[in-house]
């Protein structure tokens, strides 16, 4: 059974930082690409920024220049630093991954539970 388990959310006022973490644990082989994606009511979930295993990012337009992916395979865990944050930044940010596991051996696509980033004007 694998898990990715999101922590660093928070309430952060306009212009500060915050660092999320995504960790995977259970029955892994190996994790290929890893990614955030954010969702705010009544809107699509949509995607913030996806790294590769070899470390290449992707950032999407809205966080571009804001906010840095990356990603420690030795502690299957993933980051997203972002920094000069906006009102508009404020939703829920879901971890993704895609994963290997030993038992069954299978390629899935994982979500973790999502923490929940507010940003006051």
């Known amino acids: 059974q694998v898990q990715l388990v999101e922590s660093g959310g928070g309430l952060v006022q306009a212009g500060g930082s915050l660092r999320l973490s995504c960790t995977a644990s259970?029955?892994?082989?190996?994790?290929?690409?890893m990614a955030w994606y954010r969702q705010e009511p009544g809107r699509q979930r949509e995607l913030v920024a996806g790294?590769?295993?070899?470390?290449?990012?992707v950032y999407a337009d809205s966080v571009k220049g804001r906010s840095t992916i990356s990603r420690d395979n030795a502690k299957r865990t993933m980051y997203l630093q972002m920094n000069s944050l906006k009102p508009e930044d404020t939703a829920v940010y879901y971890c993704?991954?895609?994963?290997?596991?030993?038992?069954?051996?299978?390629?899935?696509?994982?979500w973790g539970q999502g923490t929940q980033v507010t940003v006051s004007s």
């Open positions: 259970g029955n892994i082989l190996s994790i290929d690409t």
């Open positions: 993704n991954a895609d994963i290997h596991t030993t038992v069954p051996n299978k390629d899935t696509n994982y």
């Open positions: 790294i590769l295993r070899t470390g290449r990012p």
